[in-house]
């Protein structure tokens, strides 16, 4: 069974750090470009970050820039999201997600569309 599971969120104070992991069972994670998203309840889920096969690409939306690091240790079938200096508005709920075929790399842009397997999500909580 194909699966990705996010684990690492929790409690973060306005500022703070978290690590969030992804790790792909049942299938290659070095074969696909994968993403991390986030949602707030009833608003619209954002493209935060994707990194290509092979690391040769990687892709950060502007609210994140020079804050947050995407990285893959395909050895472990695992993609990471280092969140830096987290801001109390940001969207709580944070998933990752494949593209959708093989070797394609991430755009300078994130159309939720063009990936496929997610998972389940993990919850980040800004409070002081």
């Known amino acids: 069974q194909e699966q990705l599971v996010e684990s690492g969120g929790g409690l973060v104070q306005p500022g703070g750090s978290l690590r969030l992991s992804c790790v792909a069972s049942?299938?290659?994670?070095?074969?696909?470009?994968v993403g991390w998203f986030r949602q707030a309840p009833g608003k619209e889920r954002e493209g935060v970050s994707c990194i290509s096969v092979r690391d040769v690409f990687t892709y950060y939306d502007d609210s994140v820039k020079g804050r947050f690091n995407i990285s893959r240790n395909d050895a472990e079938n695992t993609v990471y999201l280092q969140m830096n200096n987290h801001t109390p508005d940001a969207p709580p709920q944070y998933y990752c997600?494949?593209?959708?075929?093989?070797?394609?790399?991430?755009?300078?842009?994130?159309?939720?569309?063009?990936?496929?397997?997610r998972g389940q999500g993990t919850q980040v909580t800004v409070s002081s």
């Open positions: 997600a494949t593209l959708l075929y093989p070797t394609r790399p991430c755009h300078g842009y994130m159309d939720y569309t063009e990936f496929g397997r």
């Open positions: 049942g299938f290659t994670l070095d074969e696909y470009s």
